[in-house]
């Protein structure tokens, strides 16, 4: 029978005390894109790692939740997408069950972005676009790697992967079953640290054909 560690850390005391300027309605810009795009790119000049890294999460048609965490690699007014094998358990879900949430966990700048929306797939022209400006390696990968699939060992990844380079000398095409899915926000939520656990969060939130702003309590 399994134990518990002996020496498992103290949690309940584990914790900081964010001493930020906050986050004020006025200081939002007119628009979630607007905003997302500062946040981004004072993520980006701070050195945070991996900043276009955010939590997905996803949920199988009978609401079973899922998440992970992947890359975002395009954002504009309609939204924000990541590519991924279309066989992986992340897009099967999303595109079962068209409804994903994302978190952008900016912590070293006491920061999160919550978004919550729809889900669609990319046109094929668009996948095989940005697939083109992939490293080679990246490209390979995608290649070898059934995502989500049972391995019997590491040893058979390698073997798909020097299996699909000496298929592919030259250009590498996008995989059939590889594809890109955007994250249509209808909430894009703006959370800043706070003391006392007295956290500011501001909500974008569609409302017809436009935009409202909403306080929420921490």
Request: aromatic share 10%; hydrophobic share 40%; proline share 7%.
């Amino acid at each position: 029978m399994s134990r518990d560690p002996p020496d498992l850390p103290d949690l309940a005391n584990l914790r900081s005390d964010y001493r930020t300027s906050g986050l004020s309605e006025a200081d939002l810009a007119a628009d979630w894109l607007s905003q997302f795009h500062a946040w981004l790119a004072d993520a980006i000049a701070a050195g945070v790692p991996e900043p276009n890294a955010m939590t997905l999460a996803t949920a199988d048609r009978s609401g079973r939740p899922s998440a992970r965490t992947v890359l975002l690699k395009q954002y504009d007014r309609r939204g924000f997408v990541f590519f991924t094998n279309l066989g992986s358990r992340k897009a099967t879900e999303a595109l079962s069950n068209p409804y994903a949430a994302l978190v952008f966990a900016w912590l070293a700048r006491h920061r999160q972005v919550v978004v919550c929306g729809t889900v669609a797939e990319l046109p094929r022209a668009d996948t095989e676009a940005y697939f083109a400006h992939r490293p080679r390696g990246a490209q390979l990968g995608a290649w070898a790697s059934s995502q989500s699939r049972v391995l019997a060992s590491r040893a058979e990844l390698e073997r798909g992967y020097a299996e699909v380079a000496g298929r592919f000398p030259g250009r590498v095409p996008a995989p059939p079953d590889w594809g890109g899915l955007r994250v249509v926000p209808e909430s894009v939520e703006f959370w800043q640290g706070s003391a006392d656990r007295l956290h500011d969060r501001l909500r974008y939130r569609r409302a017809g054909a436009g935009w409202l702003v909403e306080r929420l309590a921490p």
